[in-house]
Structure formats: structure tokens, C-alpha cells
Nanobody, 123 residues
């Protein structure tokens, strides 16, 4: 079993910064990709940023140049540094990982999700 636990959310004023963390634990052989999604009230969940195990990154246009995703492969951690936050960044932020568990074939990968952490940006 694999678990993802997010932390670091909170309330911040417009223009402020927050860093989210996500720890993956359990029977993990390999984590190919780690991603951050967010979901605002009444809206669909959207991809914010992604990072591969090789360090390649990608961002949604709405956060490019403001957010930075990084990961520590040795610790199975992923981070999201969020700068110049705006009220429209308010959402629940979810960690997602594409994982090959220890007891799986090397080519098998499964999606796992954390429970989310609330980020509220006040104007």
C-alpha cells in the first residue's frame, strides 16, 4: 500500500508565498512522476505542475513563472514552492504520484492521491 500525505497549506495574503510538501510512503519500488493538482469550489480538478524522476518539469500556464515543483527521490518527497500568490490560486491542492509498488511487475504503474491541503489566498 502506498500513501501520500500533503502539508504546508494555509492562509496567505495576495503576493505572499507558501511551500507545499508531499511525502510518499509504503511499499514503493519506483515513482515515475509526481504531480500537484488543485480544485477550487465548483470547478474541475486541474493539473498545476509535474516532475518526472529524471527531473523534467511542466507547469500549467496559470502558474508558470510563479510556482516551482521539485522532488527528492531519496526521500520520496515532492514540493511546490508558490510565489506571488493570487486569490484565484485558492483551492485544495492534491499530490499525485505514478508508482510502481514493490510487489508489482516492473512495468506496472498505479496512480495514488493524497487527501489534499487547503490553500487560501486573501486579497
Amino acid at each position: 500500500q502506498v500513501q501520500l500525505v500533503e502539508s504546508g497549506g494555509g492562509l496567505v495574503y495576495s503576493g505572499g508565498s507558501l511551500t507545499l510538501s508531499c511525502a510518499a510512503s509504503g511499499s514503493i519500488f519506483r515513482i515515475e512522476a509526481m504531480r500537484w493538482y488543485r480544485q477550487a469550489p465548483g470547478q474541475q480538478r486541474e493539473l498545476v505542475a509535474a516532475v518526472t524522476d529524471g527531473g523534467s518539469t511542466d507547469y500549467s500556464d496559470s502558474v508558470k513563472d510563479r510556482f516551482t515543483i521539485s522532488r527528492d527521490n531519496a526521500k520520496n518527497m515532492v514540493y511546490l514552492q508558490m510565489n506571488n500568490l493570487k486569490p484565484q490560486d485558492t483551492a485544495i491542492y492534491y499530490c499525485n504520484a505514478l508508482v510502481t509498488p514493490d510487489d508489482s511487475k516492473w512495468w506496472q504503474e498505479y496512480d495514488y492521491w493524497g487527501r489534499g491541503t487547503q490553500v487560501t489566498v486573501s486579497s
